[in-house]
């Protein structure tokens, strides 16, 4: 990573020396705090979370005024939300959330699956407004957002409903599994 310095842009020669050293302290102490707090191979990494947060607090350097300590408890809380923010936001873009059940749906059974299998049978004991949700995402591979504007309805009522129907879900799934 190129040092980033507040007043002339990426790689000033002379530097400030105790941006330098909060720009080290980032990539030593704080790559570590971040990584293990990262799921394995996922689409987040330690060097993007440190990356923005080292820029927002460019954009906010006159505030850091008071010494190194403050400089670097104000990282690692604009590190720790940077983190938040990209894990929400992929939450948001992913076409398969997680969970047991959608693991079920997606993995072991492709899209256009037919329609007698163990657990798309249960799906299509569910209210016709969950199964067609559920239809629509795992079987034609649509995002919630994109569910959302063929319904007429907002993003995070396809959440809601994606949410009760899984529900639904695990409970049929737990009384087919019961003896009578």
Same mark, same amino acid.
């Given at each position: 990573?190129?040092?980033l310095?507040?007043?002339?842009?990426?790689?000033?020669?002379?530097?400030?020396?105790?941006?330098?050293?909060l720009v080290?302290?980032?990539?030593?102490?704080?790559?570590?705090? %971040?990584?293990?707090?990262?799921?394995?191979?996922?689409p %987040?990494?330690?060097t993007t979370? %440190?990356?923005?947060?080292?820029?927002?607090?460019?954009?906010r350097?006159?505030?850091?005024?008071?010494?190194?300590?403050?400089a670097?408890?104000?990282?690692?809380? %604009?590190?720790? =939300?940077v983190?938040?923010e990209?894990?929400? =936001?992929?939450r948001r873009l992913?076409? *398969?959330?997680?969970?047991a059940?959608?693991?079920?749906?997606?993995d072991? &059974?492709?899209?256009?699956?037919p329609a &007698?299998?163990?657990?798309?049978?249960?799906v299509?004991?569910?209210?016709p407004?969950?199964?067609?949700l559920?239809?629509?995402?795992?079987? &034609?591979?649509?995002?919630?957002?994109?569910?959302?504007?063929?319904s007429?309805? *907002?993003?995070?009522?396809?959440?809601?409903?994606?949410?009760?129907?899984?529900?639904?879900?695990?409970?049929? *799934?737990?009384?087919? &599994?019961?003896p009578?």
């Open positions: 990573m190129g040092v310095h507040p007043q002339t842009g990426p790689a000033a020669p002379d530097g400030d020396a105790q941006w330098h050293d080290s302290w980032a990539e030593s102490n704080l790559r570590g705090q %971040i990584e293990r707090s990262l799921p394995a191979g996922g %987040i990494s330690a979370v %440190i990356h923005s947060a080292l820029r927002r607090t460019v954009e350097r006159a505030r850091l005024r008071h010494g190194m300590q403050h670097q408890a104000f990282l690692a809380g %604009i590190a720790k =939300r983190r938040s990209k894990f929400r =936001r992929e992913c076409r *398969s959330p997680e969970g059940v959608v693991v079920a749906l997606a072991g &059974e492709a899209a256009g699956a &007698e299998s163990p657990l798309w049978g249960l299509l004991e569910l209210p407004n969950l199964r067609e559920l239809e629509s995402l795992y079987r &034609e591979g649509l995002t919630f957002r994109e569910y959302a504007a063929r007429g309805k *907002s993003e995070k009522q396809v959440e809601r409903m994606h949410q009760r129907a899984l529900e639904q879900l695990r409970r049929l *799934s737990r009384s087919a &599994e019961e009578v």
